[in-house]
């Protein structure tokens, strides 16, 4: 009974989500530029990695879809497929400081260590500048932005919304997807799909 209320209420938590604009993060048009800080005190640019297909992965370690994904080891096969690939895979915390998910730099850096997750870069955002720039809602929301800029996909990780690792290998995986295509120089057909996951805790 404890389980099946606990499920319900992930459930819940997975379509219950803020409805923020997504006007500035269309899919086919030009990817929002921002400048952000990296857990390790850089500062990157979007521009920066023109030429490159970048995905932008928003997370919180405390949340129970990130968890399903970080303790099954399929964000990080992703992370390292992409990677092979020439991908930049940036992650995105915009978890408010006092809000679940928040971390500094210097616990952001241990958490992919210890899971062993291989991001080029963790983009600190505690005011949620990026995140309300893109209009990301849930953790983990993702985004795609192909080599010339545009943005090619936005939405969920796969096709399951829920926090049980053993909905993976019968999901359809999005963003692997989106990633193939692009390579292959075809468009996306998924393009946009719903995000599910724990509303990303910005500051109230």
């Not at 379509?15 to 006007?23: F, I, N």
């Not at 983990?140 to 932005?145: E, K």
Request: proline letters at 4%; hydrophobic letters at 40%; one cysteine or more.
């Amino acid at each position: 009974m404890k389980m099946n209320l606990l499920r319900r209420s992930l459930i819940a938590a997975a379509v219950a989500m803020p409805a923020l604009a997504l006007a500035n993060a269309n899919v086919d048009a030009a990817a929002p530029a921002f400048s952000a800080t990296t857990a390790d005190g850089k500062t990157v640019n979007l521009a920066d990695y023109k030429g490159k297909t970048v995905v932008l992965e928003w997370t919180n370690h405390d949340c129970p879809y990130v968890k399903k994904h970080y303790g099954s080891g399929n964000m990080q096969t992703q992370q390292k497929a992409a990677a092979a690939q020439g991908v930049v895979w940036l992650q995105v915390i915009s978890s408010a400081p006092g809000q679940q998910g928040f971390v500094d730099g210097a616990a952001a850096q241990k958490l992919n260590t210890d899971r062993g997750a291989v991001p080029a870069a963790t983009l600190l955002d505690p005011k949620g500048e990026l995140g309300k720039l893109y209009g990301a809602q849930t953790t983990p929301h993702l985004y795609v932005v192909k080599a010339d800029g545009t943005l090619a996909y936005k939405g969920g990780i796969d096709s399951i919304a829920s926090a049980d690792k053993n909905d993976i290998a019968k999901a359809e995986p999005y963003v692997t997807q989106a990633l193939a295509a692009i390579a292959a120089g075809r468009k996306v057909e998924k393009a946009s799909t719903r995000p599910y996951g724990c509303s990303v805790k910005y500051a109230s």
